[in-house]
């Protein structure tokens, strides 16, 4: 077994950070704990959906995919799978999938004007289509 320097376990100890975590995770498995305790209420509201009319009940189904993401980040973060914590922590879906899209810059563009003697005017050059034009048309 290596000889441990009393100074390097001291400071290791000792680290703020560590003692934050340590904190965090005592906090989460108490929630932990309430979410599964709501999971179970939920779980039972619905099987009685499903009992009385053969359908879940899809807002009760939309929160319980919310409850089994905080389950997966928060034994993810307990189980030193990651460092980052989970809600209210975590960023949302939504933050997520705005990292994809496309950026948007804003900028100004600067206008050039012609000079009046190299604009043509282009009628003379447009060739008349319709059959009314022709007749208005005194060069035809």
């Known amino acids: 077994m290596e000889n ?7 400071e290791e100890v000792l680290k703020v950070g560590k003692w934050k975590r340590f904190f965090f995770m005592t906090v989460y498995a108490f929630a932990i704990q309430f979410a599964l305790n709501i999971a179970l209420v939920i779980a039972f509201i ?3 959906f499903f009992l009385f009319t053969s359908k879940i009940n899809e807002a009760l189904f939309n929160f319980n995919k919310q409850i089994f993401l905080f389950f997966d980040d928060t034994l993810s973060f307990l189980l030193f799978q990651t460092e980052a914590m989970p ?48 007749e208005e048309d005194p060069k035809s």
């Open 46 to 48: 619905q099987f009685l």
């Open 87 to 134: 809600f209210p922590f975590k960023k949302s879906l939504d933050e997520d999938s705005d990292k994809n899209a496309p950026e948007i810059v804003e900028g100004e563009a600067d206008v050039i004007q012609e000079d009046e003697s190299e604009v043509v005017n282009d009628s003379e050059d447009k060739p008349v289509d319709s059959e009314e034009e022709k």
């Open 4 to 10: 441990f320097n009393r100074e390097e376990v001291k």
